[in-house]
């Protein structure tokens, strides 16, 4: 099965890569944008029982793949 | 409106970034990963006609956000 993991700043946490792009949105003549937010994405093929690997998907978030600290996120099992 | 944009890999293209988080997986104890890919994860906060934005995106998406050569896109709007 698929793991599909988003990870995006915390709200509280300085986002100068979104304010970026959103600048450059800006000068490219988009309008109407209220914020930009920059994080990573993961997609994890993994075999093994699903409630098991749920449970390592999320360890291995807090462990490995994200910063607890400053970024959130979450995850879809397909 | 959010309009939220995963950015991944084409199959095709070499993924060093995915390889190492895989191999870190599995030293870390983690059995049956198969790959691991990893992209980008946007969020935007715009406002103003759905389909318009939806275009405005799209566009985006294509000319600044990804590297149409070497990635692959997706959005939602909510």
């Given amino acids: 099965m698929k793991a599909k993991i988003t ?29 930009v937010h920059v994080g990573k994405y993961l997609e994890i093929e993994v075999e093994g029982d699903r409630e098991i690997v749920r449970q390592q998907i999320d360890e291995a ?3 490995l793949l994200t910063n607890p600290v400053i970024e959130d996120y979450q995850f879809t099992l397909e």
């Avoid at 700043?9 to 944008?33: F, R, S, W």
């Fill in 7 to 35: 990870v995006s700043p915390k709200k509280a946490v300085l986002d100068p890569q979104g304010k970026t792009v959103q600048n450059a949105l800006e000068h490219m003549g988009y309008k109407g944008i209220r914020a």
């Fill in 61 to 63: 978030c807090r462990k």
